[in-house]
Nanobody
């Protein structure tokens, strides 16, 4: 099973980005998925989660600005990020939420927000 996150880039504060993560080789449809991020020098943190039936949850720092969604037919989870702030700068990863299903993190996708 592989996770491939992409869609990051450099954006000015107030801008938007849409991240995608494709899960290949595994059972995606019923699994609880999450987007995580790790800023330089900081620990990885959970940003948003979505259950197999589409229930979502967000970290307080992104609530109202980020939206997580999924396309089970495409084995893909998305993160729409609006009104980006410099403190959103980080490498973003997706992974299973359930620890026993957690995969190696991979490279993630870099998001850089300039002020």
């Amino acid at each position: 099973v592989q996770l491939q996150a992409f869609g990051g880039g450099l954006v000015q504060a107030g801008g938007s980005l849409r991240l995608s993560c494709v899960v290949s080789g595994g059972i995606f449809r019923f699994n609880h998925m999450g987007w995580y991020r790790q800023a330089s020098g900081k620990e990885r943190e959970l940003v948003a989660t979505i259950t197999g039936i589409g229930s979502t949850n967000y970290a307080d720092s992104v609530k109202g600005r980020f939206t997580i969604s999924r396309d089970n037919a495409e084995n893909t989870v998305y993160l729409q990020m609006n009104n980006l702030k410099p403190e959103d700068t980080a490498v973003y990863f997706c992974n299973y939420v359930t620890l026993s299903k957690r995969l190696p993190w991979g490279q993630g996708t870099q998001v850089t927000v300039s002020s």
